[in-house]
């Protein structure tokens, strides 16, 4: 995956796009979560890093619903 800067707005949207496809409770929705209130380096590297890992279907999912 290219690498691509999110601003932290763009982080709360996908936090909430995660949280319809994998659950609230799921550790990338909340790494997500937590960085869009944040805005730390430490924690947008790991919701990242968490996002990387997911399966391809649910990045692409995740993503698809940002453009809509």
């Known amino acids: 995956m290219a690498e691509i800067e999110i601003d932290q707005a763009a982080m709360g949207r ?3 796009a995660m949280a ?3 659950g ?3 550790p990338t929705t909340i790494a997500l979560k937590t ?3 944040s805005g730390s380096a430490k924690d947008i ?3 990242r890093t968490l996002f990387l890992r997911l399966k391809p279907g649910d990045r692409r999912a ?3 619903m ?3």
């Open 20 to 22: 319809f496809i994998c």
């Open 45 to 47: 590297k790991k919701a």
């Open 14 to 16: 996908l936090a909430k």
């Open 35 to 37: 960085a869009a209130e």
């Open 62 to 64: 995740a993503l698809t």
């Open 24 to 26: 609230p409770d799921h």
């Open 66 to 68: 940002l453009s809509d």
